[in-house]
């Protein structure tokens, strides 16, 4: 299978969108079938699709272009995918996540992270705490929990959303997991469906946010930036379309909120050979966004003729790559988006990517980042 690094530069902007709502984001099945219980359902295994590799994660066994699809992690042995009925709780105004699956978690209940001691949002997706303490109901003693962090997006019209949950607690990655997903209806209650173009291109632009996690060390961190992905309508040939994400502007924090971009940057310049005293070492070259704030290197996609199907679905590899004064480049991290397009007019994609490599920062230690995306067209 041919692949190609796209590596064409193209600029985007920010478009907002509403983390409102309070659609169940995994619609609880049967005890056979529910890909939570581990009793080997159907939505147990990655949806066999002639879309070819990577896989659709597990969910809607018989997806349409007219039909609600649910995308859920697969689990792994490094704890992804665990996290199941994952579900956003507003019908009293309470503003909260239901996540089941965890252990240490508290009582399953996330709500909104606090602005002034910690996150309650990036960009316009919102931000969740599992709680930090709980009780034994037997002695009523307050034991600690582990730390657990959920985000959430919603589309302006609700015909999209995505949420995300992972743990900082774990030497290693960590339990956790994510769902996308195009709704049945949207916030009106009109039907949501996508009818695919057959000619053209186009261009979707809007936010991304994401949660870090280590292997190596404890911790969790927040990113958030801006996506645009390009879609050929028309070609490939044989009904496949051509697909391109790209996530640009991303800005690096701690669990507290605090921007550490820079630091980031720092070391990852040292480990380039950009501050090793040799003046013949290149140097890593530092994007900055439109208000000059410097920003991680650029992910960019891996195309392929099979990244995309007739129902709207997308999944695709993807690589940040650093760049060098001296023309260089380095891949320092790679992963696989996962997305679904929606709407009359194929306006509308949310998605999720998950990606890895060295942190710079801690000699042996690796990132997980996890981002998810609502574009515009």
Same mark, same amino acid.
């Given at each position: /299978? +041919?692949?190609?690094?796209?590596?064409?530069?193209?600029?985007g902007f920010?478009?907002?969108c509403?983390?409102g709502? #309070?659609?169940?984001?995994?619609?609880p099945?049967?005890? &056979?079938?529910?890909?939570?219980?581990?009793?080997g359902?159907?939505?147990?295994?990655? $949806?066999?699709?002639?879309r070819?590799?990577?896989?659709?994660p597990?969910?809607t066994?018989?997806?349409?272009?007219?039909?609600?699809?649910v995308?859920?992690?697969?689990?792994?042995?490094?704890?992804?995918g665990?996290a199941?009925?994952?579900?956003?709780?507003?019908?009293?105004?309470?503003?909260?996540?239901?996540?089941?699956?965890?252990?240490?978690?508290g009582?399953?209940?996330?709500?909104?992270?606090?602005?002034?001691?910690?996150?309650?949002? $990036?960009?316009?997706?919102a931000?969740?705490?599992?709680?930090?303490?709980?009780? %034994?109901?037997?002695? #009523?003693?307050?034991?600690?929990?582990?730390?657990?962090?959920? /985000? =959430?997006?919603?589309?302006?019209?609700?015909a999209?959303?995505? &949420?995300?949950?992972?743990?900082?607690? =774990?030497?290693?990655?960590?339990?956790?997991?994510?769902?996308?997903?195009?709704?049945? +209806?949207? %916030?009106n209650?009109?039907?949501?469906r996508?009818?695919?173009p057959?000619?053209?291109?186009?261009?979707?632009?809007?936010?991304?946010?994401?949660l870090?996690?280590?292997?190596?060390?404890?911790?969790?961190?927040?990113?958030?930036?801006?996506?645009e992905?390009?879609? %050929?309508?028309k070609?490939?040939?044989?009904?496949?379309?051509g697909?391109?994400?790209?996530?640009?502007n991303?800005?690096?924090?701690?669990?507290?909120?605090?921007?550490?971009?820079?630091?980031?940057?720092?070391?990852?310049?040292?480990?380039?050979?950009?501050?090793?005293?040799?003046? +013949?070492?290149?140097?890593?070259?530092?994007?900055?966004?439109?208000?000059?704030?410097?920003?991680?290197?650029?992910i960019r996609?891996?195309?392929?003729?099979?990244?995309a199907?007739?129902?709207?679905?997308?999944?695709?590899?993807?690589?940040e790559? &650093?760049?060098?004064d001296d023309?260089?480049?380095?891949i $320092?991290?790679?992963?696989?988006?996962?997305?679904i397009i929606s709407?009359?007019?194929?306006?509308?994609?949310?998605?999720?990517?998950? /990606?890895s #490599?060295?942190?710079?920062?801690?000699?042996?230690?690796? =990132?997980?980042e996890?981002?998810?995306? $609502?574009?515009?067209?």
């Open positions: /299978m +041919t692949r190609i690094l796209f590596l064409i530069l193209c600029l920010v478009a907002a509403d983390s709502g #309070g659609d169940v984001l995994q619609q099945t049967d005890e &056979a079938t529910d890909p939570g219980t581990g009793n359902g159907e939505d147990e295994t990655p $949806i066999d699709s002639d070819g590799t990577p896989e659709l597990p969910g066994t018989s997806p349409t272009p007219n039909s609600q699809i995308r859920r992690e697969a689990r792994d042995d490094e704890g992804g665990y199941t009925n994952i579900e956003y709780r507003n019908d009293e105004g309470q503003d909260e996540f239901f996540v089941d699956n965890l252990a240490f978690d009582n399953n209940i996330y709500t909104r992270g606090d602005p002034v001691t910690g996150v309650a949002q $990036i960009g316009p997706f931000v969740y705490e599992g709680a930090e303490e709980t009780s %034994d109901p037997v002695t #009523g003693e307050t034991l600690r929990t582990f730390t657990y962090r959920a /985000m =959430y997006g919603r589309s302006i019209n609700g999209t959303e995505f &949420a995300i949950v992972r743990s900082g607690a =774990y030497v290693d990655y960590g339990f956790g997991g994510f769902v996308y997903q195009r709704n049945g +209806t949207d %916030d209650g009109n039907a949501v996508l009818v695919l057959s000619e053209g291109d186009a261009r979707y632009t809007g936010d991304y946010a994401g870090r996690v280590f292997s190596g060390r404890a911790g969790i961190e927040y990113v958030g930036g801006d996506a992905l390009f879609i %050929d309508f070609d490939f040939n044989d009904g496949q379309r697909v391109a994400l790209f996530v640009n991303r800005r690096l924090y701690n669990s507290q909120g605090v921007e550490v971009t820079q630091a980031y940057l720092d070391a990852l310049n040292e480990n380039g050979g950009g501050d090793t005293g040799d003046t +013949t070492s290149p140097s890593l070259l530092i994007s900055r966004d439109a208000d000059g704030n410097p920003v991680l290197p650029r996609p891996i195309i392929s003729p099979d990244d199907d007739a129902n709207g679905e997308i999944a695709a590899e993807i690589r790559v &650093a760049e060098f023309g260089t480049s380095d $320092i991290g790679e992963g696989t988006y996962y997305a709407g009359d007019n194929a306006e509308e994609i949310v998605g999720v990517l998950v /990606m #490599g060295d942190d710079p920062r801690v000699s042996g230690t690796t =990132y997980q996890t981002g998810g995306f $609502i574009l515009y067209r």
